[in-house]
């Protein structure tokens, strides 16, 4: 009899923690990758600030260039590529792209 009062009790403090953890998120968040535009003839849109510019090249690797980069200027973005801009270099490379050499 004692041992099954002692069982309840155990559980039911083994219930309580678990639902105590299961709510407690504290995880940090991730950051959304921004994607703009649906085809190449839309004009590629971007946030005030989101000036990183994620550009695929033709072997298929995940570039981001950064403003006074050498080929900043000259790279273009295509959505319908799956090219994009990014708002922090934290966020392109999350998202797997690298940073362009020069």
Request: charged letters at 25%; one cysteine or more; proline letters at 4%.
């Amino acid at each position: 009899m004692l041992l099954k009062g002692r069982l309840a009790i155990v559980l039911a403090l083994l219930a309580i923690s678990s639902a105590a953890y299961v709510a407690a998120d504290n995880r940090p968040r991730l950051p959304a990758v921004h994607s703009y535009g649906a085809s190449s003839s839309e004009v590629a849109a971007r946030k005030v600030g989101c000036d990183i510019k994620g550009n695929i090249n033709e072997r298929g690797e995940h570039i981001y260039h950064v403003p006074g980069q050498e080929y900043y200027l000259a790279t273009r973005i295509n959505p319908a590529r799956g090219e994009r801009w990014f708002c922090s270099e934290w966020e392109a490379w999350w998202a797997g792209w690298r940073k362009a050499k020069v």
